[in-house]
């Protein structure tokens, strides 16, 4: 019989030498340093060793004759013991220092996983903090994930909420040395999101014989929320992951990993631990361990049948493909960690325990892990951060969850805590079987989420607080005190408002941060109307799940807002409603609260008279009204709100329509106290023409002149684009002036200049006269003023076009009706339609639109250069500068391709780089996809390869066939194709380098 040693002393190490001790061929087992869980069975013991000393353990394994030693902790491994005791003939189950580096080197890990086509997610290693935040800052993708590449006790990763965290994290390892020498590279990496499980395998360098997945729970409370530990509990078999995934798992990840790192020269000898995260384009990589995970252990190794003494040798001697391991498929395993109160901080220790003799009397379905705990005396005593697991096993899930939870309240010391809620992310998804309890939870309410959000803003609102209160959150109700605020006799002014759909284009383009201005500048700006101070403000914030970093990122900005308006954020309302919003949709609305003195509130309607000038404020841009026209404009136009700004260099349409809304307090409030204002009018929904009228007497009309202020090229833009009159432009948006405010001609100069000290530049748009007619409202030159504000760019020559085709030509069509149609001011016409099939209906349909056709058979032609040639040689002829391939069937040659480098546009039914080739949309169908499309991208020789110009997306259903999926598709085509041509031909998209580069 043979004895064996385990190296390490934690909870994983007191379960792998209680499955050793199983076994009919082990005599004794050794565990060092072990803790008081392994010296209390009669076949194990511990035993002090120093395994920084190699040839200390390998004296112990000669003295007690040794036949296997089982490495625990991943240390050991990368200071390379199984090397060490191999070469003295010891077998070790443990990877070479070589392979654990699969492990103790992050940056070694991913740059294998690149080079043996392992999917992962994207990285980039550094050892520059600000090399590092220029890429956490400008990669195309959320590179939000900051690990220490070397070994940090499990520790060295931050998943940051925001750029600015992660760029904090970099300069926290690489400056600040937090993890020491395992931060001096760092690796940065892709957020992905999905479900995250555990994958860990046996391997003797060849074979891989996978253990159940499972689902570790690392963050100290409930809810996923708290800070990162080395795991507070485990689940096994992870039953959420598909036979499909788990096999990509095995051969895609594992066995290519083994492959590899055999073919690399050092084979893998132990366990292969793969932590995966589940996307949506299929499970992915996390990281690699070279060793049993913790807690993943303690509930992993009660469901296996075979002899786990057998299988470690027979990896350590390159047989496993004879001993494969055998787990029971009828339980279920749940463990639930006990850890000291402190954990993963400073904790106490040598605090008794009680209760474990108790729990281990329940029968052999509930076990005790010791992890952190000693012997003293007669005592149990903890001596760690994690102390214990209580793991039960049951036939369903729910019910073992519900078991580990009741034993672990059983065990006590001082401080003890654990989580209640192992197994969560699972059993709120699986249908409900025997009798449960349902919970908020179940109804799709989340209270943890909503608790962790308010501990998340409440500094934000107490960086609000200013004299009067002092921004507290938590109670029933918010108390002001007026007094305190230096009132004297008050006036109580309110408002309230919403953002309207500018809320859509902020969640379209996954942008929050400046919504909240928007909301309390639409409150406070009202208020201001009467004079009024701001005091307080709440908000309401509904959406049907919560994603409380989306809801932070609101209520940062509101505290922003607040702040630039001098009032507290004092409470509001998160009301999450499952049913009434879809998914993570939200919506807002806010609460201004102000105050003024009796005696100067506005507006003053006996003293605003004939001759009284209007003084126009700049408004920041759209503001908040009108969003439901500029979103129909923009349907209109086929354009995305990520496409250039035709009037603003370096920024997107999108970020042009964020720009939070102006708030007109602090500069117009002194004006205010002065009594310098008569009346203040916040142009909000309505425009000029229907906000005035509320501040004016019946017998006045305002008369405005558009050409008396700079109307912002947007406004301009928007009434091109869309073909909107300058009466709809009036009524429905601000067109540059944001506030108006009605002064005597005697201190028209002093307020002008007052604004300008305090930064904003106005300007007098017009004046009172007596009303004449029905009209409360006259803007003159509008139509001029906004013509002038943005011209379209003129054609001075349109750019020739020609077409490839093989079929019918229902893109062509799209073409010609974009180019030779009613839009006149187009870039490009159509010159020549070329086919190389004779009779086919985009033939005719060229001929109907009297454009000239040719058609060049390529049967005729010995060679495809030939053919290509010739091709070349027609097109030159009629003087074509861009050609498009509307559905030609041919491939062409090299030289072709680069005669046309960057003046030749393809479109292909898919989403590229996604399911290129010919059978696009059998390929989408059969991956199940549930979005597809179409992308027009410039052609390189690599085929469905080039620099993508336009895409437009399309939902794929379950029950679609190829057929109704193309149908679906061309309709977008169709939008797609005319759009990019419009794009290239006037200079807007050209291609540099294999790059696009956008401009105006």
């Known amino acids: ?77 990368a200071a ?107 690796v940065v990496e892709e957020l992905l999101t999905g479900d995250e499980v555990s994958c860990l395998a046996f391997s003797d360098g060849t074979t891989v014989a996978m253990m159940p997945p499972a689902q570790d729970h690392k963050q100290l409370n409930n809810g996923d929320s708290g800070p990162n530990t080395g795991g507070m509990g485990a689940i096994c078999p992870y039953p ?44 992915k990589v996390l990281e690699f361990n070279c060793r049993f995970g913790d807690p993943e252990t303690q509930s992993i190794l ?15 001697e390159g047989t496993l493909h004879q001993h494969l391991p055998q787990f029971t498929r009828d339980l279920y395993t749940s463990g639930v960690v006990l850890a000291s109160g402190g954990y993963p901080g400073g904790y106490k220790k040598g605090l008794p325990i009680s209760g474990i003799d108790g729990v281990e009397k329940m029968g052999p379905r509930v076990l005790v892990f010791h992890a952190g705990t000693t012997k003293q005396e007669q005592s149990i005593v903890t ?119 500018k809320l859509k284009i902020a969640q379209d383009m996954g942008k929050h941060s400046t919504i909240g201005i928007d909301l309390v500048a639409m409150c406070v700006n009202d208020i201001l109307s009467h004079g009024a101070e701001p005091l307080f403000f709440l908000d309401y914030f509904a959406t049907g799940r919560l994603n409380v970093d989306v809801a932070k990122e609101v209520i940062r900005g509101i505290s922003t807002g607040c702040k630039q308006a001098n009032c507290a954020l004092v409470g509001g309302e998160t009301a999450e409603m499952p049913g009434m919003y879809q998914g993570e949709d939200y919506d807002l609305a806010g609460f201004a609260v102000g105050a003024v003195e009796r005696g100067q509130l506005l507006p003053r309607m006996q003293q605003i008279q004939e001759g009284d000038n209007l003084i126009g404020l700049p408004s920041s841009g759209l503001h908040s009204n009108g969003f439901s026209l500029v979103r129909k404009v923009m349907e209109k136009i086929g354009l995305g709100y990520d496409a250039p700004s035709p009037f603003n260099n370096g920024k997107t349409l999108g970020e042009e329509f964020l720009v939070p809304t102006r708030l007109y307090v602090k500069e117009v409030l002194p004006l205010m106290h002065q009594g310098h204002v008569k009346a203040f009018c916040h142009i909000t929904g309505g425009g000029l ?136 001011n ?17 033939i005719e349909r060229a001929q109907k639109a009297g454009i000239q056709t040719q058609v060049i058979n390529h049967k005729e032609f010995g060679s495809r250069e030939e053919f290509d040639m010739e091709v070349d040689r027609c097109l030159r002829k009629a003087g074509v500068e861009i050609v498009c391939l509307a559905g ?47 992308t027009v991208h410039f052609v390189e020789e690599e085929v469905d390869a080039g620099a993508i110009v336009v895409q437009e997306s399309v939902p794929v259903y379950p029950r679609d066939t190829v057929a109704s999926l193309a149908e679906r598709v061309k309709t977008v085509e169709h939008k797609a194709f005319p759009l990019a041509l419009e794009l290239v031909a006037s200079g807007q998209a050209t291609l540099k380098d294999g790059v696009i580069e956008w401009s105006q």
């Open 826 to 842: 187009c870039s490009s016409e159509i010159v020549l339609v070329i086919s190389n099939k004779a009779g086919v209906q985009g």
């Open 888 to 934: 030609f069937m041919r491939i062409l040659s090299g030289e072709f391709v680069r005669k046309w480098r960057g003046h030749m546009l393809n479109i292909h039914p898919s989403l590229l780089p996604a399911f290129k080739g010919h059978n696009a949309h059998e390929q989408v169908i059969a991956a199940r996809v549930r979005i597809s499309g179409c």
């Open 689 to 824: 023409m229907e906000n005035l009228p509320r501040v004016l007497p019946g017998n006045l009309q305002a008369q405005i002149d558009a050409g008396l202020w700079s109307v912002p090229p947007m406004f301009g833009w928007l009434a091109h684009k869309g073909n909107i009159q300058a009466s709809e432009m009036s009524l429905t948006f601000n067109c540059g002036v944001g506030g108006v405010l009605v002064v005597d001609k005697s201190v028209t100069e002093t307020v002008l200049q007052q604004l300008v000290t305090s930064g904003l530049t106005a300007s007098v748009i017009g004046r009172l006269c007596e009303k004449q007619g029905e009209r409360r409202v006259v803007i003159e030159n509008l139509q001029l003023a906004l013509t002038n504000s943005w011209k379209a760019p003129s054609v001075s020559r349109k750019r020739r076009v020609g077409v490839l085709i093989s079929g019918s030509g229902t893109n062509l069509q799209a073409l010609i009706d974009s180019t030779n149609g009613v839009n006149n």
């Open 302 to 316: 009660p469901l296996l049948e075979s002899d786990l003494y057998e299988i470690c040798l027979a990896c350590a």
């Open 383 to 501: 001596s760690g951060g994690r102390v214990l697991a209580v793991v039960a096993m049951n036939s369903d899930l729910q019910s073992a969850c519900t078991d580990a939870q009741r034993w672990a309240g059983f065990i006590q010391f001082d401080g003890a805590y654990h989580r209640s809620d192992i197994g969560f992310r699972v059993l709120e998804r699986k249908p409900l079987s025997r009798m449960t309890y349902l919970s908020y939870r179940d109804a799709g309410v989340d209270i943890e989420a909503g608790n962790s959000l308010v501990k998340a803003i409440q500094p934000l609102a107490k960086d609000t607080q200013r004299s009067g209160c002092d921004a507290s959150l938590g109670g029933f109700g918010a108390l002001f005190d007026i007094k305190a605020a230096g009132f004297r006799d008050p006036i109580l002014v309110s408002g309230t408002d919403g953002v309207g759909t």
């Open 80 to 186: 390379g013991i199984a090397d060490h005791l191999n070469s003295q003939g010891i077998p070790c189950f443990g990877p070479s220092a070589k392979a654990a580096q699969i492990e103790a080197s992050k940056e070694f890990s991913k740059e294998f996983m690149s080079r043996h086509n392992i999917p992962t997610a994207r990285f980039r290693s550094f050892r520059d903090p600000s090399e590092a935040c220029q890429h956490i800052n400008n990669a195309d993708y959320p590179a939000l994930v900051v690990k220490a590449s070397g070994l940090a006790a499990g520790k060295g990763v931050v998943v940051a909420q925001s750029k600015e965290e992660a760029c904090q994290a970099a300069r926290d390892m690489l400056n600040n040395k937090l993890f020491g020498a395992a931060g001096e590279t760092i």
């Open 240 to 283: 959420m992951i598909s036979e499909t995934d788990l096999d990509t798992v095995r051969q895609a990840v594992l066995q290519r990993a083994v492959d590899g790192m055999k073919k690399e020269g050092f084979p893998f000898v132990g366990v292969l631990y793969a932590g995966i995260m589940l996307t949506s384009s299929g499970p």
């Open 1 to 77: 019989m043979a004895t064996v040693l385990v190296l390490g002393g934690g909870g994983r190490e007191h379960a792998l030498s209680w499955k050793l001790t199983q076994s009919a061929n082990v005599r004794h087992v050794y565990v060092s340093p072990g803790n008081a869980g392994t010296e209390s069975s009669p076949k194990t013991s511990n035993v002090v060793l120093n395994l920084k000393k190699f040839e200390e353990v390998v004296d112990f394994c000669k003295r007690e004759s040794v036949a296997l030693v089982v490495v625990g902790p991943e240390d050991p491994l």
